[in-house]
């Protein structure tokens, strides 16, 4: 399995913006679909953009708080991470962002649900200030 490590959290105000990394080390990354969840204090943690292995399909968030139109999920499989570009951000962004990743041929709503996913980064705190 491989072993992900988060970086490029931090406190941004409102409207502002943060690029997230995480990298992969020991195995063949591109074998994994990876990506991106959320957990708020108090909150579960919830879904927010996963990109497929192979031809890298992307996913993201569709609520009524949707981050889809202001983040962007990349993967550079030739260094061995995952992106997620944020902009416009605003307070109810705030949260400690994940990385996680599988090997599982997920589908569907699978795909969101974080139990399907059995690589875990530590986490990076995402703070934004109104």
């Known amino acids: 399995q491989v072993q992900l490590v988060e970086s490029g959290g931090g406190l941004v105000q409102a409207g502002g913006s943060l690029r997230l990394s995480c990298a992969a080390s020991?195995?063949?990354?591109?074998?994994?679909?990876a990506g991106w969840f959320r957990q708020a204090p108090g909150k579960e943690r919830e879904f927010v953009a996963i990109?497929?292995?192979?031809?890298?399909?992307?996913?993201?968030?569709d609520t009524s708080e949707s981050v889809k139109g202001r983040f962007t999920i990349t993967r550079d499989n030739a260094k061995n991470t995952v992106f997620l570009q944020m902009n416009r951000l605003n307070p109810e962004d705030t949260a400690v962002y994940y990385c996680?990743?599988?090997?599982?041929?997920?589908?569907?709503?699978?795909?969101?649900?974080?139990?399907?996913?059995?690589?875990w980064g530590q986490g990076t705190q995402v703070t934004v200030s109104s």
């Open positions: 996680a990743a599988t090997r599982s041929q997920l589908t569907g709503k699978a795909l969101r649900i974080p139990r399907e996913y059995d690589c």
């Open positions: 990109t497929r292995w192979g031809r890298g399909t992307v996913y993201y968030a």
């Open positions: 020991g195995d063949t990354f591109t074998t994994y679909t």
